[in-house]
Structures are given as structure tokens and as C-alpha cells.
């Protein structure tokens, strides 16, 4: 079978033994309704906005104040995007997890998340030279190479046109010729993807299959003899999953891996660390799943010390066995993409140096919500935002990427969540392992604690699982707020050496923030975790076993623990909840929010014995404007499953706040010696780990 078509650069190597694919072209063969636009979108017109063309229009405020309503419908109409309406199924077909049809007539675009390759990332991280696209293409019609720049404008790179009626020497047995171009790594320093549009001819369909982008396989810097890897052509990775009874989904993480060939050939072992009471071992499926992966799966058992000394544990097996090049942090609940697992681990193969490769969460309740692609770090409030200030939650069905100029800019991190991310053994050798921290702020610390050293963090266009979305969850209401509270001055204290004059604004608004609420509970979690902080770092690590028992013995007694399921138990609420609320400037709200401050600190209101609730507040409206003049309230649960009854109690508050002042300042007078006591400490380190599973492994 010959190539029907080819473009060299000068000089480049051609022998395919010297190419490797790190990027296959995949589409889904499940929930196709639900995330294909992440895959493959149908063709249309490309529309980009004034300022793209014209950075300096972003300067010009609008004059909102001056515009009438034609021009505002006008304004309204240019905004509407313009994206197919076609039904997918029309345009064309997904026939296996690496072929596609383009319908006779039709034109599809692979400019989207999961198919797009994220050249500028390549560019910037790695040494490669050179980029080569190759498919098999059978019938009529042409494939367009594209490349995008920073800025998210286009430029054609090759047109191949097809046509397979004639010439059957050019064809293999199944009358498919094998297509390829190489393609120069120009033009990328900002951002840039490459792509390819798929034409099918007017009377005939156009079949795609194998399509993927390579690179010179001498230009890879991982050696697997460096890591003691078994294998003498390729790096391995080991996966470490943590579970606390969720035994289902972890199930169907493990079979989801193990019927992916391709990954299971790089995989060492999953060690699966089951920490609680509804045992995945016991799930109908599971033995199955296990004899499939054999010696490649680990199954341990230990004591619940949360995410954090979950994934420490793979990574301590992982550095105990000696095999693996990376460990890839895995959570339990999500839904893998596994093309993205192999494309975070060859693309670390190829890094400069050894680096953190992370993906994005896509929401699992919104499957084309991309949460973030990569996140920030604010030392000034030791808090996050997202990168190069892109909103959170971007949906690619409504804006895929080649309409979205802004997601074309590549994307740098600090961190990424460990909702799925690898973690080189190098790296792990030097810095250690996960903080103590149970839940919250490991991934975050972990990072910051790498970059210090040295190594970067990569979030990977093209890499991300499915999560469940943070907007089912409110740690303020739940036990997590203990260790949001104490993980994140943890968290400050090993990276901000010198205290921000910020730190004491944002424990007082933290704790004035669940007080308006009336989740009293909250306060109480939250200056139990600063005071576990001053005692220091051998503490937090000795704790760990049994603090969780601790802080939920803590919240007891206070009204908003109090869950009720039926909510007939309670009388109704004196009146229906209603939005009084306007619209308003952003210098109006803070007003507003300060002048609720100062009227919750003098107020005299009690709801401690209040016979009946002035109001029912929904989940997604129990923020402090909807607790303004209220005494006592219904508030749903995140989840939909519970309501409280929220109570005032003004005198407990003020004491409250007045006690989280106190500690506060303590924790801030005493900041620098307490950030040297945390740095110098070694409760992360292999060793510290190693006593830690030692005594909470449970065997049976």
C-alpha cells in the first residue's frame, strides 16, 4: 500500500519506526448525545469577534448608557453564534473508537478538546521538532491540516484531497490508502493547536480511520532504564486509585482501564487503596475485572485517612516496587477518557525536564462543561483562580473551540487538581509525598511544593475526566470545612514564608461569611482548625487517623447539623422565599455586604426559639443576601436530600467572631517560626508515610 499523499519537510526522517503516536484521533462508542461535540463538531463558518482582530477594542467601555433599543437588538443579534443545527447523525457517523464517516456533502471539524492537538503546549514543554499527521481514508472528498496562533486566528497548512476509486495498487484490503504530512512546530510560542477538517465529496461518503499525530521518537528525553522500568522499549506508569465507599464507581474505573489494550500494555500496576466499609472487592463484576488485570491490579485495605494518604499510598507502592517511570493520581468517581491517560504519559515522556501532567474536569452532570483548564495560585489570600482570567465552566456545545479564540492562548498552571494527574517517580524521589492533609489543598500544596524545586505543573488540552461538578457541593454545611480552613493556612504557611497584611481579612470574612448564614457549626470548625495548626506540623501528621471522628463529634448540637429529611416535621415558613433582588453595581453589593456585617454584629435577633421558620431558602440561594432580616430558616442541603432549620443566635456569633480574632492573630504573630517549623518538617516524606501505613493497613 503506497501513501497517497505526503509533504515533507526538508531533511525530515520518514521511516515510521522513528515516529511515535501521542495523540490518536478517538471518538466515543458510548453517551454519544452527551459529549460529542467534545470529539468532532459538524463544519460551519468560522466566527471571531472584532477583538480578536483588534486587541485595543478591549480597552473601550461599551456605552451601554447611550444605546437604544435597535441598537441593543442589534448588539444582541451579532452575538448570536453561528453553529450548525444539524443533528450529528446527519453530518456523520461514529463507526468505532478510532473511525468516523463524513456523510456524502457534509464537512466535519476535529477542532474540538479531545481531537485537537495542543501544539503550543508541545512547543513550550518540549524539545520536538516537528509534528507528523497520518489517517486512513477511504472514498472522496479532502482533508484540511489547519493551525491556529495564540490569538486564535487560523492559517491553512495542507489541503490532501482523496479519492480511492482509482488506483487499487494504492489501497490495502479493506480499499483504504494511508495519508500522512509533517508539520513544522512554527509560530507557536503563544498558543496554537493543529487540526484537521474532513470534506466528503458531494456523491459519496468519506471513511476516516487511525488518524494521529506523532512525533520523532529520538527527540523523547524519559529513558525507561533510568526508572527500573521492565520494559526496554517504553516508560511504564503505575495508577493509584482511592476509594471510601463508592464501590460501584471504582469499578467501573478499574474496568474502564482494563478494557483499553493500549494502556494496559504501558501499565504496571493499579494499586487500588479501598479505605472504607462497602469493599469494592465484594461488587458483583469485581473478580472479573481482577482475573482481566492479573498482576497489574493491587488491591489494599487501609484505615479512611481521605484522598491524600490514599494517593500517597499508590505513590508509596509505586516508589516501593521501583517500576514505574510515573504515578497517575486517579479518582474513584470519575469517568476516564483513557486516549487521555496515554496522552499525559507520552507527553511527559518528551518534557525538558520531568513535569506534572494534569487534565481538566469535565462536569459529569454537564458532560461538555469543561470546569477549568488550568488554575492559579494567589499567595496574597492563599486561594486559586482560574488561568490568564478565562471564566469556569466553558461549555464546548455552545462555544466549541474553534469558535472560542480565547482557549487557543496557551494556558499555564500552577497547579492541577488530582482528579486526575501524573506525577513523575523522579519528582517524588526529591519532594516527597502527599501533605497529611485528609481532603483539600494536597493537590494545590503538592505543586507548589514541585515548582520550588524546579518542576513545572502542565494542565494538557485533550487530557481531563469526568467529575461531579462543585456546585452539588458547600463545605461550609458539611465537616469539610475543618479541613478547607486549616489545609489552606497550611498550605500558606509552607509557601508564603512573610505573612500578607490580606491573611487577616480573609479569616475574618471566612468566619463572618458562614455566620450570616447562620451555619454556627462552621465557626466552630473553622477555629478548631487554626488552633490545630499552632500546634504544629507533627501534630497534623499524628492526628490524622482519627480526626475526621473528632471534627464530626464537634459539629454535633448546633441547629444547622440537625438534618431532617421529611419536611413535614417542622411547621411551615411564615413565607415563600422570593428573589427581592435587583441587579447592581459591584461597588453596591460590597455596600450592601458591609452594612449585613455591621447589622449581624449589633443585632439582638434570636431564632433559638422560634416556633416556626420565617422562610424556606433553596440550596443554590443560601448565600448571605437571601439571610438578611431573617431569623430563623429552612435551608436545603447541596445534595437535595436534607433541610436544616437555621437559627439566629446573635450573641454566639459575636463571641464567635471575637474568638476567631483571637486565634487569628495568634497564628499571625507567631507566622514566620510556624511557616520555618512546617517547612523543616518531614511529615511528607517517604519515611513519615511508611510508619503511617505500617500501623493503618488493615489485612483480613
Same mark, same amino acid.
Given at each position: ?175 483504504? /490508502? ?12 503563544? #498558543? ?47 495508577? /493509584? ?64 485517612? #481521605? ?13 516501593? /516496587? ?149 456546585? &452539588? ?175 439566629? &443566635? ?51
Amino acid at each position: 500500500m503506497r501513501t497517497m499523499h505526503t509533504m515533507y519537510q526538508s531533511g525530515t526522517d520518514t521511516d515510521d519506526r522513528n515516529w511515535e503516536a501521542v495523540s490518536r484521533v478517538v471518538f466515543p462508542v458510548s453517551d454519544q448525545d452527551l459529549v460529542l461535540p467534545l470529539y468532532a463538531i459538524e463544519w460551519t463558518r468560522p466566527h471571531l469577534t472584532d477583538d480578536v482582530f483588534n486587541p485595543r477594542l478591549d480597552m473601550e467601555k461599551m456605552p451601554f448608557d447611550s444605546m437604544n433599543s435597535k441598537a441593543v437588538r442589534h448588539l444582541l443579534n451579532e452575538s448570536i453564534e453561528d453553529h450548525a443545527s444539524t443533528a450529528a447523525n446527519d453530518v456523520f457517523t461514529v463507526d468505532s473508537r478510532h473511525a468516523m464517516t463524513v456523510l456524502a456533502g457534509r464537512n466535519v471539524s476535529l477542532c474540538t478538546f479531545f481531537n485537537a492537538f495542543p501544539a503550543s503546549y508541545w512547543k513550550r514543554w518540549t524539545g520536538i521538532s516537528a509534528v507528523r499527521f497520518s489517517a486512513k481514508v477511504r472514498g472522496i472528498g479532502e482533508i484540511a491540516l489547519y493551525k491556529s496562533s495564540g490569538r486564535g486566528l487560523f492559517s491553512a497548512l495542507d489541503t490532501i484531497n482523496v479519492d480511492t476509486t482509482h488506483d487499487e495498487a494504492m489501497l490495502d484490503a479493506d480499499g483504504f /490508502a494511508s495519508i500522512e504530512t509533517v508539520l513544522p512546530m512554527n509560530g507557536l510560542i503563544d #498558543g496554537g493547536y493543529f487540526w484537521f477538517d474532513a470534506k466528503a465529496g458531494n456523491d459519496a461518503a468519506l471513511n476516516i480511520e487511525d488518524a494521529q499525530w506523532s512525533v520523532p521518537c529520538g527527540e523523547k528525553t524519559a529513558v525507561p532504564s533510568d526508572t527500573g522500568s521492565t520494559s526496554t522499549a517504553s516508560t511504564t506508569l503505575s495508577i /493509584a486509585i482511592t476509594t471510601f465507599n463508592r464501590a460501584k464507581y471504582c469499578l467501573r474505573q478499574l474496568r474502564t482501564i482494563a478494557h483499553e489494550p493500549a494502556l494496559v500494555e504501558r501499565l504496571d500496576t493499579i494499586y487500588c487503596t479501598d479505605q472504607g466499609t462497602d469493599l469494592v472487592r465484594d461488587q458483583p463484576g469485581f473478580e472479573q475485572v481482577a482475573n482481566e488485570l492479573g498482576s497489574r491490579l493491587t488491591y489494599l485495605r487501609q484505615t479512611n485517612m #481521605g484522598g491524600s494518604a490514599g494517593f500517597s499510598r499508590g505513590m508509596y507502592e509505586t516508589l516501593k /516496587a521501583g517500576t514505574s517511570s510515573y504515578t497517575l493520581l486517579l479518582d474513584d468517581d470519575a469517568i476516564s477518557e483513557p486516549e487521555a491517560i496515554l496522552r499525559a504519559l507520552q507527553f511527559a515522556d518528551y518534557t525538558k525536564r520531568p513535569t506534572i501532567v494534569g487534565g481538566g474536569m469535565l462536569h459529569l452532570d454537564n458532560r461538555t462543561v469543561l470546569y477549568t483548564q488550568g488554575e492559579r495560585f494567589v499567595p496574597a489570600s492563599v486561594w486559586m483562580k482560574p488561568s490568564q482570567g478565562l471564566d469556569y465552566n466553558h461549555d464546548f456545545a455552545r462555544f466549541p473551540l474553534r469558535d472560542s479564540p480565547e482557549r487557543h492562548r496557551r494556558i499555564d498552571s500552577d497547579f492541577n487538581g488530582w482528579w486526575m494527574c501524573l506525577i513523575p517517580t523522579a519528582i517524588m524521589k526529591e519532594i516527597g509525598l502527599s501533605m497529611p492533609f485528609f481532603i483539600k489543598f494536597d493537590d494545590t500544596e503538592y505543586a507548589l511544593r514541585a515548582a520550588e524545586h524546579g518542576y513545572h505543573t502542565v494542565c494538557l488540552p485533550g487530557v481531563a475526566v469526568w467529575h461531579q461538578a462543585w456546585h &452539588d457541593k458547600d463545605p461550609s454545611r458539611t465537616w469539610e470545612e475543618y479541613f478547607f480552613q486549616r489545609n489552606r493556612w497550611i498550605c500558606g504557611l509552607l509557601h508564603c514564608p512573610k505573612p500578607s497584611r490580606r491573611f487577616a481579612f480573609e479569616m475574618l470574612y471566612g468566619d463572618v461569611n458562614v455566620g450570616i448564614k447562620l451555619v454556627y457549626s462552621a465557626l466552630r470548625l473553622r477555629h478548631m482548625g487554626l488552633r490545630d495548626i499552632l500546634r504544629g506540623p507533627q501534630y497534623i501528621l499524628d492526628s490524622m487517623p482519627g480526626k475526621m471522628a473528632q471534627v464530626q463529634q464537634a459539629r454535633k448540637g448546633f441547629a444547622d447539623t440537625t438534618l431532617i429529611t421529611d419536611v413535614d416535621e417542622v411547621p411551615a415558613p411564615a413565607r415563600e422565599f422570593a428573589m427581592p433582588f435587583t441587579p447592581t453595581t459591584s461597588k453596591a453589593i460590597k455596600k450592601s455586604g458591609l452594612k449585613a456585617i455591621a447589622r449581624a454584629l449589633v443585632s439582638r435577633g434570636d431564632g433559638t426559639k422560634d416556633a416556626q421558620p420565617d422562610v424556606a431558602i433553596p440550596s443554590d440561594q443560601a448565600i448571605w443576601r437571601s439571610f438578611v432580616g431573617v431569623n430563623s430558616a429552612l435551608v436545603t442541603s447541596p445534595d437535595g436530600n436534607t433541610v436544616a432549620w437555621c437559627r439566629r &443566635d446573635s450573641a454566639l456569633f459575636r463571641q464567635q467572631v471575637r474568638e476567631g480574632l483571637r486565634i487569628s492573630q495568634t497564628l499571625l504573630k507567631n507566622w514566620e517560626r510556624l511557616s520555618q517549623e512546617y517547612r523543616e518538617s518531614d511529615i511528607c516524606s517517604i519515611d513519615a508515610w511508611g510508619k503511617v501505613f505500617k500501623e493503618q493497613t488493615i489485612t483480613d
